[in-house]
C-alpha cells in the first residue's frame, strides 16, 4: 500500500520523542520512506513480494515528494522530532555524512553484510569514519550519449577529450543529415543536477571541490579549466544557449528528438531513447561512451542511493533483514529490469546475459568504478547552494570563472568552519 506523505502526517502516524537506540532488535511492522515512485512500480512491487513472505512483518510504503531536496527535509525534521514514523531511510549518497553525524541512523553490523560485492565508490558513500551506517541498493554513473549513425558517417570515433568533441562536432555538424542540431548538452539549470555536471568538469580537469582535508579547493587553475569548458561551451554555441534551462527531462528530450550530437546524461535514459513507439527519433541510431575530459577520459560524479535505519524506528531487526532483502542480487536485477535502476553489485554488470540486454553496463560499470562523489560534508545541503549560485552566475555570464570560482572558495570556506 502507498501511502503519500506530507511532514505533518508524517510526524502524526508516528511517536514522538522515542529513545534512540543503535540495536538493532525488535520485530514486527516497518515503514519504508522513500521518493515518490516514478511510474516503474517498483518500490510497491518489492514491498508486495517481502509482504507476501513475511506476513508478521509487514512493510508499508511511505511516499516522500519527487524533490530530493523535499525527501532530505522530510527525514531531517522526523529525525529532529525523534519520530518513529519512518524505519528504513532511502537516502541520496550525498546526504550519508550528514545523517550519521548527527545520529538520526544507526550505524550497521559489517560482519552482516559483504560489501566486497559491491562496487567499492558505492560502498565507500555509506561508511562514515570507519563504520557502515547504509547498504547501497542503486548506483549511478554518467556517460556520454552519440549519435553513432552520425558519427559512422563522418567517418569518426566517439571523443575521449572535449578538445576531439569539438572537432568531432564540427564535422558532424557539417553533415547534411546534421542541419539545425547542436552539439552537446548536461544539465545546467541551478539546481543539483548542475551541481554534478560542475563536478565533472572539475575532475575531468584534474581539479576538486572537497578535499581528503575536508577543505574547499575549488579557486585553482584546475577548476578553472573545468568551469571554463562549460563557460565557453555556452559562449561559442558549442552548448545551446537553451541549454541553460535543461534538467534532465529536457536535456533527454532533446536528444531524443534529434537536435543534439551528444548529450551527458544517467543510464536511466537509455530505455526512453530506445523506444520504437514514435516517440524516440534516434531508436537504434545512438549508443554511449565514457565521458570525456581535459586530456583523457572524464571523471563522472557518483550517483546512487543507500538504505539506512532510523535511529528512532521500531523493529529494527526486521528493517536489517529488509535492508538485505532490497540490496540482494534478485532485487537489483529486478530494479534494473522494471525501472533502469544501475545496480550497486558489481555481479550484475558481468552478467553476460544481462549485458546482452542492457549493451552499456560495461560502460556504465567503469563509469562507477571511476567516478568521484560529490563533497562527503555534513552540511551538504548548503555547500551545494553555494556551488549552484557561483556555477550558475559564471555559465550565464554574470561572473568571471575566475570570479565565481573565488566567490566559491570564500563561501565554501566560511561553511567549512567548525
Not at 510526524?11 to 520523542?17: D, E, L, R, V, W
Not at 516514478?38 to 509482504?51: H, K, M, Q, T, Y
Not at 551506517?133 to 569518426?156: E, I, N, Q, T
Request: include cysteine.
Amino acid at each position: 500500500m502507498i501511502s503519500s506523505l506530507l511532514l505533518a502526517a508524517a510526524c502524526g502516524n508516528g511517536s514522538q520523542n522515542s529513545q534512540q537506540s543503535d540495536k538493532l532488535e525488535g520485530r514486527g511492522p516497518i515503514t519504508f520512506a522513500t521518493g515518490k515512485d516514478d511510474g516503474s512500480g517498483l518500490n510497491p512491487r518489492i514491498v508486495d513480494e517481502w509482504n507476501r513472505t513475511h506476513p508478521q512483518e509487514p512493510v508499508r510504503l511511505i511516499e516522500l515528494p519527487a524533490s530530493g531536496d523535499d525527501q532530505r527535509q522530510q527525514m531531517i525534521q522526523n529525525a529532529q522530532t525523534k519520530s518513529d514514523a519512518f524505519t528504513v531511510l532511502d537516502l541520496d549518497n550525498v546526504w550519508m555524512s550528514e545523517f550519521a553525524a548527527n545520529r538520526w541512523i544507526s550505524p550497521l553490523p559489517k560482519e552482516q553484510f559483504d560489501t566486497s560485492n559491491f562496487l567499492r565508490p558505492n560502498v565507500e558513500t555509506a561508511e562514515y569514519r570507519g563504520r557502515l551506517f547504509a547498504v547501497p541498493h542503486g548506483s549511478d554513473g554518467a556517460m556520454l550519449y552519440f549519435r553513432k549513425d552520425l558519427l559512422a558517417k563522418a567517418g569518426v570515433a566517439p571523443p575521449k577529450t572535449w578538445s576531439e568533441m569539438q572537432q568531432t562536432c564540427a564535422k558532424v555538424l557539417a553533415l547534411p543529415e546534421a542541419a539545425g542540431m547542436s552539439c552537446y548538452t548536461g544539465q545546467f539549470e541551478k539546481y543539483e543536477g548542475m551541481v554534478a555536471n560542475f563536478a565533472e568538469a572539475v575532475h575531468s580537469a584534474g581539479g576538486e571541490i572537497v578535499g581528503d582535508d575536508g577543505k574547499p579547493h575549488v579557486n585553482t587553475p584546475e577548476a578553472k579549466r573545468g568551469l571554463d569548458f562549460l563557460v565557453e561551451g555556452f559562449r561559442s554555441g558549442m552548448i545551446p544557449k537553451e541549454a541553460i534551462a535543461f534538467k534532465e527531462a529536457e536535456s533527454r528530450k532533446a536528444f531524443q528528438d534529434g537536435k543534439l550530437v551528444f548529450t551527458r546524461w544517467w543510464p536511466a535514459q537509455w530505455a526512453s531513447l530506445s523506444k520504437t513507439d514514435g516517440s524516440s527519433s534516434v531508436a537504434g541510431k545512438f549508443d554511449v561512451a565514457p565521458l570525456p575530459g581535459l586530456s583523457g577520459p572524464g571523471v563522472s560524479s557518483l550517483g546512487g542511493h543507500n538504505l539506512a535505519i532510523s535511529a528512532y524506528g521500531k523493529n529494527k531487526a526486521t528493517a536489517l533483514d529488509f535492508i538485505k532483502f532490497r540490496t540482494g542480487e534478485q532485487q537489483q536485477k529486478f530494479a534494473l529490469d522494471l525501472a533502469a535502476s544501475a545496480p550497486s553489485l558489481a555481479s550484475v554488470y558481468d552478467d553476460p546475459a544481462l549485458q546482452a540486454k542492457y549493451p552499456y553496463l560495461p560502460v556504465l560499470k567503469d563509469s562507477i568504478t571511476r567516478a568521484e562523489p560529490r563533497p562527503r560534508v555534513i552540511n551538504y545541503g548548503e555547500m551545494t547552494q553555494a556551488i549552484q549560485d557561483d556555477a550558475y552566475r559564471a555559465l550565464t555570464g554574470d561572473k568571471s570563472s575566475q570570479q565565481a570560482l573565488a566567490d566559491m572558495q570564500s563561501r565554501l570556506e566560511q561553511l567549512s568552519k567548525p
